[in-house]
């Protein structure tokens, strides 16, 4: 199969050569139209003088002073022209018949009535037509040929950006994605392939990135449960163990497979969320309502670690276009990382609005994030070095974030290190 090089090539000398044919057609065809339309002026101009001439010169009625006129007019006529005499019957007085183009008029000169022709042979016109078509004939490949040349350089050129683009595609692999593609200075059609090119590798750059460190982090995660669960087994298994001890170890792998179970199912909901996958149901929705519900789940939990809680919320309804179970599992992230961060002290809960908002509040009085670490929290997998003893895997802050945004929502956060943190999520208040 050609290539787009030998394509294009053959398309403009095609293109060019039937141009150049039609050229060549034209010019003949107007060239020849142009002299014999310059004939039939002379031809004319001639017939006009003529009849000037014999009107004026003859002086008497009979058909030798016309013939004499036109003998003499006729001595003055170009080679290979002239004009006959004739009577009004057709009968021939003077001239001869001359081959070539001719003008025939009716002419009365002192009461006698005449008719004459002017003629003109075309020798010297076709002779002109068929050193034109020789001309054009020999010039018509040679300029092909000249058009072929320059099409073949100019496609080299104009194709060479293309070759420059595919080797340096060619060395694009997962390994060096951070190689880019040269981008040619003009603003052509090129460039934007190039542009487009990059800004692909860039994505795919940064998603190969992300996937790479989102599988790293996983596997960590995933690892010291796992590690911690077959090693409470062999040990168990090595020795005989009392009912206790038993029970106690099995609280332990069940408290590490709870661990691993949450982490397994963030993983697939942030993997659906990245895969267009996950869907909200949108309705309208209290968030008092929902508040109240996560409350009633967490205040047990609340009251046995001995942290005081409290809820503020206005009169009247606060409602938002949302999934129900999706802003519940927000808030129930926001209060787990309250509590996990918070040793002892207070948890505080208010819903509030305005500018056309509804603001929903957790704030804590534990241990804070540090400066260094804000900017990072909603990271998959990402935890601050003093959190870590806390237990979590590092994807919640990342769910809450997604749960807000897909709601057209926003978070955000407060935090001195050793002063608590405060979130707050922003939801369009449903009018």
Do not use: C
């Amino acid at each position: 199969m050609l290539g787009i090089r030998h394509r294009l090539l053959l398309w403009h000398s095609a293109v060019f050569a039937v141009g150049l044919i039609v050229f060549a057609v034209v010019v003949w065809w107007g060239t020849r139209q142009a002299l014999y339309r310059d004939l039939d002026g002379w031809l004319s101009a001639q017939a006009d003088g003529w009849e000037r001439f014999v009107t004026h010169e003859v002086d008497g009625d009979e058909e030798e002073d016309a013939v004499r006129e036109a003998r003499e007019f006729n001595i003055g006529l170009p080679e290979a022209s002239g004009i006959q005499l004739m009577r009004r019957d057709g009968t021939r007085l003077f001239g001869e018949d001359g081959v070539g183009r001719r003008v025939e008029r009716s002419l009365t000169v002192r009461g006698k009535s005449y008719r004459y022709a002017l003629w003109r042979g075309v020798d010297g016109i076709e002779s002109t037509l068929r050193s034109l078509s020789v001309t054009l004939v020999a010039l018509t490949p040679l300029f092909l040929l000249l058009s072929l040349g320059g099409g073949w350089l100019l496609s080299r050129r104009a194709l060479r950006p293309v070759d420059e683009v595919t080797e340096a595609a060619r060395l694009v692999s997962l390994q060096n994605l951070s190689t880019r593609l040269p981008v040619p200075g003009h603003r052509d059609e090129l460039q934007r392939l190039s542009l487009a090119w990059n800004e692909m590798l860039g994505r795919l750059e940064d998603s190969t990135r992300r996937l790479t460190q989102f599988t790293a982090d996983a596997s960590h995660e995933l690892r010291t449960p796992v590690a911690v669960v077959r090693a409470a087994a062999e040990i168990t298994l090595r020795h005989d163990r009392s009912v206790e001890e038993h029970r106690e170890v099995l609280q332990k792998i069940l408290g590490q497979s709870e661990e691993m179970t949450a982490t397994i199912e963030n993983l697939m909901e942030l993997a659906r969320a990245d895969a267009g996958q996950a869907r909200f149901v949108f309705a309208p929705v209290d968030v008092g309502q929902v508040l109240e519900e996560v409350r009633t789940q967490v205040g047990p939990m609340l009251v046995a670690r001995g942290l005081a809680f409290s809820v503020w919320m206005p009169e009247g309804n606060l409602r938002v276009a949302g999934d129900r179970s999706a802003l519940r599992r927000l808030l129930l992230i926001l209060m787990d990382n309250a509590m996990k961060y918070t040793p002892e002290g207070r948890i505080d809960v208010a819903v509030s609005s305005g500018a056309g908002e509804v603001v929903l509040e957790v704030a804590d009085t534990g241990i804070g994030i540090a400066g260094e670490d804000l900017p990072r929290i909603f990271d998959r997998f990402y935890q601050a070095d003093r959190a870590r003893a806390r237990g979590g895997s590092g994807l919640g802050l990342s769910l809450a974030q997604w749960v807000a945004q897909g709601h057209r929502g926003r978070i955000e956060v407060e935090s001195e290190l050793g002063a608590g943190a405060r979130f707050r999520v922003y939801f369009p208040e449903l009018g």
